[in-house]
C-alpha cells in the first residue's frame, strides 16, 4: 500500500508504540497478516529473532522478560499460530514472568463469514492473560500497548495479549493524530508496615526450628543482595526453590537443600521471600510440613496470603524494599538464631547424609552411565557463572540438587507450570541477554532426550543468531527411561501391531542427536563415559559463536535416589 505524506500504518504505529516503551525484543515466526510489521520492528529499532515455532518464540519472550525485567514480545500469525503460542502464554502467566503477545488475526469485515484461520483469539487469550484486548481504531494502540506493558510488570507480573486484524495493521491515518504516551516509570516499590516487620521478626526469635525458604519472585525482583544480608546477619537456614536458587549461593554454609524433606517438615517458622504455597512446595500441609507451623509471607500479591494454610505475617509490597525492612530490623536488633540450637545440629547430621549419598552416586563412573555421575561431570566441567537451562524429568529434578548455582537468575526450568519444551526457548533469550551483557558467560542447556524432542529445531535459531548454547541431551532413550537396543528389538520382533508392542516411554534408543549440529555447520559430540563427555564439554566452552550438542548416553534404568515422599505429596483429598 502506498502511504500519503504524513501517514503511519497500523504496523507502524505499533513499532514505534513498543519502541517508545523500552521494547528491546520480540520473537517470533513471520507471516499473514504480521510480515510488514515484523520488517518494520527492525526499522525502528526493536530486534526481531525467528524461532522455528510459536511455541519457542514465546518461552524465549517470557525468559527475556524474567532476566531483564522488562517485557519482550511474541509476534503470531493468526489462529494456528497464535493457538500455538498459547502454552508459552500460560507459563508466562503461571510462572508470573512479563510477557506481551502479540498475534494477528482475521480482517474484521470477514468476521463471521469463515474467513482465513478465523479465530476468537482475544476470548482464547483471556483464560492465561491479565490483560486480553483489541485496539478498536489506530489513534488507540499506543494506549493498548503501554497497558500491556503496565499489566505484564506492575503488581504481580504475568502475561498479556494484544489482538490485530490484518486491516487494522494495513490501515493508514495521519501522523499528528497519534499520540504515544511517555515510557512508563518503573513500579513502584511498597513497603510493608513496621509493625509487621517487628512482628515477623519477634515470631522468628521465639522460633525453635525456623527456616528461610527463597522462591523466584525474589529473583525476579532482583532482592539477592538484602537477602544475603539478611541472611548473613540472621545466621539463619534458607533453602532456595529450583529457580531461587543462586540468590544466596548454594555453596553457602547455611544452605539447607540436601536436607529438603527435613527442614520443611519440622520446621515450626517458615518465612517464605517470593515463594508461594502451591504444588511445589506441597500446599504447606501435613505430612510435608508442621501442622503447627507458623507463615511469615513476602509477597507482592496480598491475595497469595491464607490461599492455603493461614498465614501468621502477611508482608504485602516489593520484595526488595521489604527484605530490606527485615535485614535493618535484625541487624538493629543484633539478634542472629543460635549455631549451637539442636535444630542446627539435626539439620547437619541430614546434610551431610545425603550428600555422602549423592557422592557415591555420582563417583560411580560404571557404564552406562547413571544421572548423577553425568550431571556432577557437566557442573565440573562448564564455567562457574553459567546460566543453566535445566529439563526434563529426572534430569530436571536431579539437576537442581546436583547442578550448583551461586549467582542469581543462572538456573531455568519448567518453574510452577511444569512445562517440556522450553528449553531451547529459554536458551536463545539467555544467549542473547549473555550477549547483551557483554560480560562472555555462557548458557548451558541441559536436557532429557524427550525435552530436547519437543524444540529441537531451534538449534537451527542458534546457528542463525551466532549463539553459543552448548546443548547437553543426557539419553536414556526414553520418556523418564526407555529400553536398551537388545531389548527394543525383542520386544518389537512379533507380528504385533507396533502401536500395541511399543512401550508408551520408549524412545528409539541411541538416536544420534548431535548429528543435528553438524547438519546446521557446527559440532557433535556422542558421549558414553565421564572422559569422553569431560572432553566435549571442554571443546564446547572454547566455542564463540555456534551452539554444541552433546548427546550423552546413560542407563535405561538410571533414576533419582530414594525419595522419602511422591513428587506429589502434600495435600488430603
Known sequence: ?????????????????????????????????????????????????????????????????????????????????????????????????PLILIGGSTERPQEQLGAFQETLQVEAARLFTKFSARPPTLQRIPAYVAKAVRFSSYGRPGA??????????????????????????????????????????????????????VGKGAAYGRAEKHIQDFIRSSDLPFLPSAMGKG???????????????????????????????????????????NPNVKIIQVDIEPEEFHNSIPTEVNLSGDINSITGQLFKAVSDSRWSFPRNKKWWEEIQKKVESNKKTVAAMSNDSSLPLNYYAALSC????????????????????????????????????????????????????????????????????????SAFGFGGMEIETLFRYKLP???????????????????????????????????????????????????????????????QLKAALEESNKETEKPTIINVMISTNAERKKQEFSWSSGIKN
Open 1 to 97: 500500500m502506498i502511504r500519503k505524506e504524513g501517514e503511519l500504518d497500523g504496523a507502524t504505529i505499533l513499532a514505534k508504540s513498543l519502541k517508545s516503551q523500552g521494547v528491546e525484543y520480540v520473537f517470533g515466526v513471520m507471516g499473514i497478516p504480521v510480515v510488514e510489521a515484523s520488517i518494520i520492528l527492525q526499522r525502528v529499532g526493536i530486534k526481531y529473532i525467528g524461532t522455528r515455532n510459536e511455541q519457542a518464540a514465546c518461552y524465549a519472550a517470557q525468559a527475556h522478560g524474567y532476566l531483564t525485567g522488562t517485557p519482550a514480545v511474541c509476534m503470531t500469525v493468526s489462529g494456528p499460530g497464535m493457538l500455538h503460542a498459547m502454552g508459552g502464554l500460560a507459563n508466562a502467566q503461571v510462572n508470573c514472568w
Open 160 to 213: 498479556t495479549y494484544l489482538d490485530f486484524p490484518g486491516d487494522l495493521l494495513n490501515e493508514t491515518i495521519q501522523e499528528t493524530q497519534i499520540e504515544f504516551p511517555p515510557k512508563l516509570p518503573p513500579p513502584p516499590q511498597c513497603l510493608a508496615p513496621e509493625a509487621e516487620i517487628n512482628r515477623a521478626l519477634e515470631l522468628l526469635r521465639t522460633a525453635e526450628r525456623p527456616l528461610v525458604v
Open 247 to 289: 540468590l544466596v549461593p548454594d555453596e553457602h554454609p547455611n544452605c539447607v537443600s540436601p536436607a529438603r524433606s527435613l527442614v520443611l517438615q519440622k520446621a515450626d517458622v517458615v518465612v517464605l521471600l517470593g515463594a508461594r504455597l502451591n504444588w511445589m512446595l506441597h500446599f504447606g500441609q501435613p505430612p510435608r510440613f
Open 378 to 449: 557437566i557442573r565440573k566441567n562448564i564455567p562457574e557463572n553459567s546460566i543453566i537451562v535445566n529439563e526434563g524429568a529426572n534430569t530436571m529434578d536431579i539437576g537442581r540438587n546436583v547442578l550448583l548455582n551461586n549467582h542469581p537468575r543462572c538456573r531455568l526450568d519448567a518453574g510452577t507450570y511444569g512445562t517440556m519444551g522450553l528449553g531451547l526457548g529459554f536458551s536463545t533469550a539467555a544467549a542473547l541477554y549473555c550477549q547483551d551483557e557483554g560480560q562472555g558467560r555462557r548458557v548451558v542447556c541441559v536436557q532429557g532426550d
Open 469 to 531: 548454547v552448548t546443548t547437553v541431551i543426557i539419553n536414556n532413550n526414553g520418556i523418564y527411561g526407555g529400553v536398551d537396543s537388545t531389548e527394543w528389538n525383542n520386544l518389537r520382533s512379533e507380528k504385533e501391531h507396533l502401536g500395541i508392542l511399543t512401550p508408551t516411554s520408549c524412545l528409539t534408543p541411541q538416536v544420534r542427536y548431535e548429528k543435528i549440529a553438524e547438519v546446521c555447520g557446527g559440532k557433535g559430540y556422542y558421549c558414553e563415559n565421564l572422559e
